[in-house]
């Protein structure tokens, strides 16, 4: 499913592309598609899979792992697809209309393989994000999961009052753009790893 997002997202944004008279580069949102569809991806292995993994008698450990490796490997395809889709996007002029899709300046600074390896980890967060959503609903339900998100958009409000308090954006802001996509996603990896637990010790215990 996310490659066909992909696919389809890439005609609609070339399609835009040229239809604005300009002769500037273009660059649209359009890349954000097949990432957010693997968060609904990432929803469904649970809510989905996981009650006919515990019909087929598999353990969640089993369901778990295999789950993730799925996951990884699709994200491994995704990334490989916007690698390719942006060379041929720098190679033929942007599509023959100057409007980039994949090849996002910020995203390949560092050449293609630190865009692979960013795209790799954005769509593995996302995807985690939605399998440890989806678990705790079936752990806890509707309201932890509503408690959950309550608190992450309280702590992400607590900390933008802290900088805004020590009138520390010059500096947050100074280190976002030296530290670049590249770096953010290293930032990123031991989130998803910690996520990756949580998940894993919230499903232990859920029933199908």
Not at 105 to 114: I, V
Request: aromatic share 14%.
């Amino acid at each position: 499913m996310p490659l066909l997002v992909l696919g389809a997202s890439w005609v609609i944004s070339i399609l835009i592309f040229a239809m604005i008279p300009i002769d500037e580069p273009k660059f649209g949102g359009g890349a954000q598609a097949p990432l957010w569809a693997l968060m609904a991806v990432g929803i469904q292995a649970m809510t989905l899979s996981f009650p006919f993994s515990q019909a087929m008698s598999l353990t969640r450990r089993e369901f778990y792992l295999g789950t993730l490796a799925a996951a990884s490997v699709t994200g491994v395809m995704l990334s490989t697809a916007f690698v390719l889709i942006g060379l041929l996007e720098r190679a033929t002029n942007g599509m023959g209309v100057n409007g980039y899709f994949a090849y996002l300046p910020a995203m390949w600074e560092s050449g293609w393989l630190g865009a692979w390896f960013t795209y790799l980890v954005v769509t593995m967060f996302l995807f985690v994000i939605g399998f440890w959503a989806a678990t705790i609903f079936k752990r806890w339900g509707t309201i932890a999961v509503t408690l959950v998100l309550s608190g992450i958009g309280l702590l992400l409000v607590g900390v933008v009052f802290l900088i805004t308090r020590l009138e520390a954006w010059p500096a947050t802001w100074t280190w976002l753009v030296e530290t670049g996509p590249l770096g953010l996603a290293f930032w990123a990896v031991p989130f998803i790893a910690l996520m990756a637990l949580g998940s894993y010790l919230t499903l232990r215990r859920t029933v199908a």
